[in-house]
């Protein structure tokens, strides 16, 4: 008998779509949010159960008491929430799972397997196309090879745009930057140079790639967890993230003076506030598929290049998330700390409808 599965934000576009392909696959996930009438409202569409908590210490409090077998965190920013939520999971015995990738998260998360170990928990971050799609990559690229010299992941998002409002959650992600993340400033991208965590300008190195498809796309870094994911799963010490969402031209030469701005707290605030409210418009995804690459290379000259397809990268997100909390529930997991694939390995992609190509 698999163990409940919690879904916190559960009315949001992320934990509202796990929640119901939980519902497909025969099981009634426990609603986590604070708007009552839409949480009964999803329940009665999905015959689940559901819990008002007005905030995270309440989302914290009630985890603690109820001791849910599966925590899946769909609450951002994941600076703000992971910490609290872990402790509580790790309180209750519960397994947690989230959505984060970020260098302020996913480093964050892994930092706590000597917690989780002893008390049976596992603790999995990035579960979702950001994060689990290209460390996939890297550890199939990986397997049965020893240490790497050299790692670079791409993500090459495509997203259906739903009409709507930003949102609060994914307004203060974008704008709160990382405060206190070491190895460069709070609006920079990272990389890992000689073992250690370093600066680098956003949407820096550039690189042009082809995908399996034929779309040509441009690439360039960002401060994504999947750096950690990519550096632990290859063991190189030589390691970069890289989107195709990273911003160029004129918009990546604002970034120094935006930077200015944004670390006056009330002016920060204030924009996250106006951009929460935003309307954005439908917009049909840009291309049939997303994907995800990577280039793995090792010190005496072997060099392997792969890439996972998967469709919607929102979707691919929901599949990731339910997929990873379904397994935990099912005990198919180990106590500790974890990405995704590190894991479950490789084949928790296809399990998400991922095909690989070489």
Known sequence: MAESIWILGATG??????????????????????????????AEELGSDFVIANGLDDMVARIRHARPGVVLNTVGPFMVTANPLIDACIAAGSHYVDLGNDMGVVPAVLAR???????????????????????????????????AAKVRTDMVPSIEIEEGTLGEAFAATLLTGMP?????????????????????????????????????????????????????????????????EAPTGPLRALFPLAEVFLRFGPLRRALIRRLAATRVSTRPRPREYSWAHARVE?????????????????????????????????GKGTPGAFTPAALFGPQLAEACGGRYFD
């Open 113 to 147: 397997d000597a917690e989780a170990t002893p008390v049976g928990v596992a603790l999995v971050t990035g579960a979702g196309f950001g994060g689990a799609a290209s460390e996939s990559v890297v550890v199939r690229l990986c397997d049965g090879m020893p240490p």
């Open 298 to 330: 090792w010190a005496d000259g072997r060099v392997r290049e792969g890439w996972l397809r998967l469709g919607d990268a929102s979707e691919a997100t929901v599949r990731f998330a339910a997929e990873t909390s379904v397994r935990l529930a099912e």
């Open 180 to 244: 206190g993340v070491p190895g460069g400033g709070r609006y920079q991208a990272r990389r890992i140079s000689n073992g250690r965590i370093r600066p680098a300008g956003i949407g820096s190195r550039r690189q042009k790639l082809t995908t399996p498809d034929g779309h040509e796309v441009s690439s360039g870094l960002m401060p994504l967890g999947e750096l950690a994911a990519a550096q632990r799963a290859s063991g190189a010490p030589e390691a970069e993230a890289a989107s195709a």
């Open 13 to 42: 576009r992320t934990g509202r779509a796990a929640a119901g392909l939980l519902q497909q696959r025969g099981i009634a996930p426990v609603l986590v949010g604070r708007n009552a009438a839409r949480l009964r409202a999803l």
